[in-house]
């Protein structure tokens, strides 16, 4: 791996390499985002709310639409159909092939409607309906099946700091609106503080309608399971991402980008170490970018290293990852390169650690993978990774929209 460009920065000096917009971002100002917050879609009626759509396998042709209603219903369905210039044609409809009660609610279902043989770098308009009532017409863009340059967001840890997740759904809704370019987002886990609290996922639920776009764009997200995500809610939210009790999967994002997901709340060794190696081994002759996500770091900002470090490393280097996508920290983070355990222009770069809102903490700054080129800070942020023929271009955009890391890597 060739380091094309790095801006290593220190704790408490990075407030703005280059800022994104001139303009103040209305997100930063509380009134705004309180108006916003209650126009979020009334909750425990007939009609649809808190929709997402989910992508787990195949996001060039598959896609779920989720949303929750607060009586069990009966008549749900999407309607969908390519965008056009002409406005809106709805040609397809399709009912939720799952439906259910979410556990320990209060009567609110869940409704998961997958969407198949889509067409690749296509856009869909869609509209929920349930008992009649009608979801606002939203669209999202199926994932390439050719080589064309794409981007998606990455974040973690949105447990705590409700209004700071709220400033960081706008400033994605924001990010994802003027950016044709920009189609998923990955979340790393650690959405909400308590994984058997409803309240606490219909709170974080509302609120991920903020990062919708105000055009209706919709960034649907790629789910990864986090320490405070246990129980049963998190399948019933995310149509179980990568079968039940495993939660693991990888996304052929495009022909040449791979994301494998891991689970670090069941064992990293076993059954699932075996599956990422076989899967690595696999994906890595296909793909130009390959990387890997997961909650707890195996090189950690904070804490200390989870069991990733024993299971995981060794086939990430084996297998030479692109990059690698922690959370849990809750900072900013990006180690230097990493082989045998020391810093190796050949070795793994690994980011995180989370920052959708929950508040941050000091990185220790005194740590060997830490040191430059590689940074630590701490600040509400989300990365942004731009994956295109010759470069990956990965960034850290700030809740002002300044830039706080940034780092280009050239195909292996
Ligand atoms: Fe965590």
Do not use: C
Not at 43 to 51: D, L
Not at 128 to 136: A, D, L, Q, V
Not at 146 to 163: A, H, M, Q, V, Y
């Amino acid at each position: 791996m060739k380091l094309k460009a790095l801006f290593p920065l220190t704790l408490l000096f990075f407030s703005s390499l280059s800022s994104v917009s001139g303009e103040q971002a209305p997100w930063l100002d509380k009134d705004y985002l309180d108006e916003r917050t209650r126009q979020l879609a009334p909750t425990r009626t007939a009609a649809p709310s808190q929709w997402r759509v989910i992508w787990t396998k195949e996001p060039s042709t598959r896609a779920t639409v989720s949303w929750t209603t607060g009586k069990k219903g009966s008549g749900h369905r999407v309607r969908y159909g390519v965008r056009s210039s002409s406005g809106p044609k709805l040609t397809e409809s399709i009912v939720p092939q799952r439906s259910g009660a979410y556990s320990s609610a209060n009567g609110e279902y869940f409704h998961h409607a997958r969407l198949s043989e889509l067409s690749p770098s296509t856009t869909y308009d869609f509209q929920i309906e349930s008992e009649g009532n009608r979801s606002p017409l939203m669209h999202f863009t199926t994932a390439p099946a050719d080589d064309r340059s794409f981007r998606l967001l990455f974040g973690g840890d949105s447990r705590t700091g409700i209004n700071a997740r709220g400033q960081v759904n706008l400033l994605m809704a924001d990010l994802s609106e003027k950016d044709d370019e920009l189609i998923g987002f990955a979340h790393g886990g650690d959405y909400i503080v308590s994984g058997r609290n409803w309240s606490q996922w219909s709170t974080w639920l509302s609120q991920h309608e903020l990062t919708v776009a105000k055009s209706g764009k919709v960034l649907p997200i790629i789910p990864t399971r986090g320490n405070h995500d246990g129980g049963p809610l998190y399948d019933e939210i995310f149509d179980t991402p990568g079968g039940k009790e495993k939660n693991y999967f990888f996304t052929r994002i495009s022909p040449e980008v791979a994301l494998v997901t891991l689970n670090t709340e069941i064992s990293a060794g076993g059954e699932q170490r075996s599956w990422l190696a076989q899967t690595l081994a696999d994906l890595r002759p296909e793909v130009r970018w390959l990387l890997a996500e997961y909650h707890r770091p195996a090189w950690p900002a904070v804490k200390s290293p989870g069991a990733a470090k024993k299971f995981w490393v060794p086939l990430f280097e084996k297998y030479n990852m692109d990059l690698v996508v922690e959370s849990d920290g809750h900072v900013i983070k990006r180690t230097v390169p990493i082989r045998n355990e020391k810093k190796d222009p050949t070795g793994i770069v690994y980011v995180g650690e989370g920052g959708l809102g929950v508040p941050q903490r000091s990185p220790k700054t005194d740590r060997w993978y830490l040191q430059k080129p590689g940074m630590a800070g701490a600040d509400h942020h989300v990365m942004r990774i731009t994956f295109a023929k010759k470069s990956m271009d990965y960034e850290v955009v700030l809740l002002d929209q300044s830039k706080a890391d940034s780092m280009t890597f050239l195909p292996r």
